[in-house]
């Protein structure tokens, strides 16, 4: 049963933040998808044709009956919230009551729409399964007959003027015409080729939080945007980003704990709940489309969706693709997505940028939608609490593990043969071998990640062999990144007996040696001489070359860099067998293994499938000798 739409309280109107800010095409467009997809559609065409400034955004959710029809344009009318409580609880991406009222105004508003309630019992009538019904049988028959669609045209006032029924699919169709006819001046503003990319931005970060949905944007009649459902925005988000592809990305879907501020707030509300002898619940807007948690005060299934673009795969020129959604919706939070640079910090090349996609679905209760009008930017009550699960989560993702590198499947013809021979043998296949201490898996789990290290090319590329095929490592950027890490995890300056004596240095130079603690005192006529210096440059010959590097680096995490990259071991230079699994080893255990802190790729890997494609060993042999 469709929820029933009405107009809210002065009392909760009072409360919401200024009236809908709808100022182009785009911004009506989101509106009506934001209602399409709280009617839990899974199919939306979005049709344009800015010249007439007019858009059509049809669905197959669950639609409208015609009282609610004819009460959806009215202003406050809404079906998502009823009382001031019900703020504080927003489980629903339209909540106030104005999207529709608001196009009514600034345009011509016209909405048909279907209920789709009536095809279950469509189905038992055709299937003959009436049990339930025996009694009426010529009263359900004549309600499923006589079940239509409804077309609604709205006054300027969100008042219904012409209702007649029309014969379309279930869902709903919103139709704008005219848009802003009444506000000439607003149309001034952007072009239509500027509206259509704003609209496709738009509904592209829609997608990404709405995977399961299947998107299609036409201009005029001509489709010009297809997102195709996924499972995740891992499918979504190379539809539409030029030059990524799903190899290029990385998903993680990680448990989140409820901060203090939520445990606080559940048992505050549980008190009171238990003082006024009520049981506390949030709302379900929609049952075919649940929002997560919003059945408990204290969430238990809190979680963050992570997409990042591994750093030697894939970055861009602008920070244009990092992005933050909360609860189904793309927001700005420059808290969030500061740290979502710190955590890719000296993983990309210079004047690049990650690729990032943050969604948390975290409780209501720890948002306040009340922010900006359009919705666009939120209160997090304990923003530093979703700083650090974000920064831990980007971190956990740039790690080499099983979860970013897991085991090559085995083909299915291959797996039933171990299958039926397992059950005859002693030994196992994947999983099934481990034992009862679980220390099978976890020896699984080890082996998985273990690389060991079996040659060196031209002195400067390890050859590893790992479970899933052969790597590629490059031991001077592998150990600058070890060496990088170490030194910011502990940047010490040791004083020498005898000073390294610096010439040639500007003013600049000096400064930025005094600002990175290395203070240098003149000896002579453009001479001066540094009693301290990092600790790893203490044993090297170059130290004056390192030192005058280091005096050009403007800040500190520069210097570190300049200071890693000095100290690690030359390409060129022979390793043992030893050093270069220690190496390897090292490298592993480091926060960001996939780059160094120049953004160069560390590692090659050749995967075990791609040498059997390249040596045909799917070949038949007959065939491949012309038998």
């Given at each position: 049963?469709?929820?029933?739409?009405?107009?809210?309280?002065?009392?909760?109107?009072?409360?919401?933040a200024?009236?809908?800010?709808?100022?182009?095409?785009?911004?009506a467009?989101?509106?009506?998808?934001?209602?399409?997809?709280?009617?839990?559609?899974?199919?939306?065409?979005?049709?344009?044709?800015?010249?007439?400034?007019?858009?059509?955004?049809?669905?197959?959710?669950?639609?409208?009956?015609?009282?609610?029809?004819?009460?959806?344009?009215?202003?406050?009318?809404?079906?998502?919230?009823?009382?001031?409580?019900?703020?504080?609880?927003?489980?629903?991406?339209?909540?106030?009551?104005?999207?529709?009222?608001?196009?009514?105004?600034?345009?011509?508003?016209?909405?048909?729409?279907?209920?789709?309630?009536?095809?279950?019992?469509?189905?038992?009538?055709?299937?003959?399964?009436?049990?339930?019904?025996?009694?009426?049988?010529?009263?359900?028959?004549?309600?499923?007959?006589?079940?239509?669609?409804?077309?609604?045209?709205?006054?300027?006032?969100?008042?219904?003027?012409?209702?007649?029924?029309?014969?379309?699919?279930?869902?709903?169709?919103?139709?704008?015409?005219?848009?802003?006819?009444?506000?000439?001046v607003?149309?001034?503003?952007?072009?239509?080729s500027?509206?259509?990319?704003?609209?496709?931005?738009?509904?592209?970060?829609?997608?990404?939080?709405?995977?399961?949905?299947?998107?299609?944007?036409?201009?005029?009649?001509?489709?010009?945007?297809?997102?195709?459902?996924?499972?995740?925005?891992?499918?979504?988000?190379?539809?539409?980003?030029r030059?990524?592809?799903?190899?290029?990305?990385?998903?993680?879907?990680i448990?989140?704990?409820a901060?203090?501020?939520?445990?606080?707030?559940?048992?505050?509300?549980?008190?009171?709940?238990?003082?006024?002898?009520?049981?506390?619940?949030f709302?379900?807007?929609?049952?075919?489309?649940p929002?997560?948690?919003?059945?408990?005060?204290?969430?238990?299934?809190?979680?963050?969706?992570?997409?990042?673009?591994?750093?030697?795969?894939?970055?861009?020129?602008?920070?244009?693709?990092?992005?933050?959604?909360?609860?189904?919706?793309?927001?700005?939070?420059?808290?969030?997505?500061?740290?979502?640079?710190?955590?890719?910090?000296?993983?990309?090349?210079?004047?690049?940028?990650?690729?990032?996609?943050?969604?948390?679905?975290?409780?209501?209760?720890?948002?306040?939608?009340?922010?900006?009008?359009?919705?666009?930017?939120?209160?997090?009550?304990?923003?530093?609490?979703?700083?650090?699960?974000?920064?831990?989560?980007?971190?956990?993702?740039?790690?080499l593990?099983?979860?970013?590198?897991?085991?090559?499947?085995?083909?299915?013809?291959?797996?039933?043969?171990?299958?039926?021979?397992?059950?005859?043998?002693?030994?196992g296949?994947?999983?099934?071998?481990?034992?009862?201490?679980?220390?099978?898996?976890?020896?699984?789990?080890?082996?998985?990640?273990?690389?060991?290290?079996?040659?060196?090319?031209?002195?400067?590329?390890?050859v590893?062999?790992?479970?899933?095929?052969?790597?590629?490592?490059?031991?001077?950027?592998?150990?600058?990144?070890?060496?990088?890490?170490?030194?910011?995890?502990?940047?010490?300056?040791?004083?020498?007996?005898?000073?390294?004596?610096l010439?040639?240095?500007s003013?600049?130079?000096?400064?930025?040696?005094?600002?990175?603690?290395?203070?240098?005192?003149?000896?002579?006529?453009?001479?001066?001489?540094?009693r301290?210096?990092?600790?790893?440059?203490?044993?090297?010959?170059?130290?004056?070359?390192?030192?005058?590097?280091?005096?050009?680096a403007?800040?500190?995490?520069?210097?570190?860099?300049?200071?890693?990259c000095?100290?690690?071991?030359?390409?060129?230079?022979?390793?043992?067998?030893?050093?270069?699994?220690?190496?390897?080893?090292?490298?592993?255990?480091?926060?960001?293994?996939?780059?160094?802190?120049?953004?160069?790729?560390?590692?090659?890997?050749?995967?075990?499938?791609?040498?059997?494609?390249?040596?045909?060993?799917?070949?038949?042999?007959?065939?491949?000798?012309?038998?």
């Open positions: 049963m469709a929820a029933t739409i009405q107009t809210l309280p002065a009392e909760v109107i009072d409360l919401i200024a009236g809908e800010t709808i100022d182009s095409l785009a911004a467009v989101r509106e009506l998808v934001e209602n399409s997809l709280d009617a839990g559609a899974t199919r939306i065409v979005v049709s344009v044709w800015p010249q007439q400034w007019r858009v059509q955004v049809a669905d197959n959710g669950t639609g409208m009956d015609l009282e609610n029809l004819q009460q959806a344009a009215a202003a406050h009318s809404t079906s998502k919230i009823s009382t001031e409580a019900d703020l504080y609880k927003i489980a629903t991406l339209g909540f106030r009551g104005e999207a529709l009222h608001s196009l009514a105004q600034l345009g011509e508003l016209e909405i048909a729409s279907r209920q789709n309630n009536l095809g279950l019992q469509i189905l038992d009538w055709e299937s003959g399964n009436l049990a339930a019904n025996k009694s009426k049988p010529r009263q359900l028959k004549s309600q499923i007959e006589t079940a239509c669609g409804w077309r609604v045209v709205f006054n300027n006032a969100g008042e219904p003027v012409e209702v007649e029924t029309s014969p379309i699919a279930p869902g709903t169709v919103v139709t704008v015409a005219n848009l802003f006819g009444n506000w000439p607003r149309r001034g503003f952007l072009s239509p500027q509206q259509m990319r704003s609209i496709q931005l738009t509904l592209q970060q829609i997608a990404l939080c709405h995977p399961q949905v299947n998107w299609q944007l036409r201009l005029e009649n001509t489709p010009c945007l297809l997102l195709n459902p996924g499972s995740n925005a891992k499918h979504i988000l190379p539809q539409f980003v030059g990524v592809r799903p190899s290029d990305l990385q998903y993680l879907k448990d989140l704990p901060s203090e501020a939520a445990k606080s707030l559940a048992k505050t509300q549980l008190v009171a709940a238990a003082k006024s002898d009520r049981t506390y619940q709302p379900i807007p929609n049952a075919r489309c929002i997560p948690n919003s059945q408990f005060p204290i969430p238990n299934s809190q979680y963050l969706e992570l997409v990042i673009g591994l750093p030697d795969r894939c970055h861009r020129s602008r920070p244009d693709w990092v992005k933050v959604a909360v609860n189904r919706r793309v927001v700005r939070s420059p808290e969030i997505e500061q740290t979502i640079l710190s955590a890719f910090a000296r993983t990309c090349p210079r004047d690049r940028y990650p690729v990032c996609f943050v969604h948390l679905q975290i409780s209501p209760s720890e948002i306040d939608w009340n922010r900006h009008p359009a919705k666009v930017e939120i209160y997090l009550h304990d923003p530093s609490f979703w700083q650090t699960q974000v920064s831990a989560a980007i971190e956990r993702g740039l790690h593990n099983e979860e970013v590198l897991p085991q090559p499947p085995i083909p299915d013809r291959v797996g039933k043969l171990l299958k039926a021979s397992e059950q005859k043998s002693l030994y296949v994947g999983s099934s071998g481990k034992n009862r201490d679980g220390e099978g898996e976890k020896k699984r789990s080890i082996e998985l990640m273990e690389l060991r290290a079996i040659a060196q090319v031209h002195n400067t590329y390890i590893a062999e790992h479970s899933s095929g052969m790597w590629l490592v490059e031991q001077h950027i592998a150990h600058e990144r070890v060496l990088y890490e170490r030194i910011c995890a502990d940047w010490q300056l040791k004083p020498i007996e005898k000073p390294v004596i010439s040639q240095l003013a600049l130079q000096i400064e930025n040696l005094s600002r990175l603690g290395l203070e240098v005192e003149s000896f002579g006529e453009q001479l001066w001489a540094a301290e210096i990092p600790e790893l440059l203490v044993d090297r010959d170059d130290c004056v070359a390192a030192l005058f590097e280091l005096s050009k403007a800040d500190l995490q520069a210097a570190q860099v300049a200071t890693a000095r100290s690690a071991i030359r390409n060129g230079t022979p390793l043992s067998l030893g050093e270069m699994q220690n190496l390897l080893d090292e490298w592993q255990q480091t926060r960001n293994p996939r780059t160094c802190p120049h953004g160069r790729p560390i590692y090659f890997a050749l995967e075990e499938s791609t040498l059997a494609r390249i040596f045909r060993r799917s070949w038949v042999i007959g065939k491949s000798h012309g038998i």
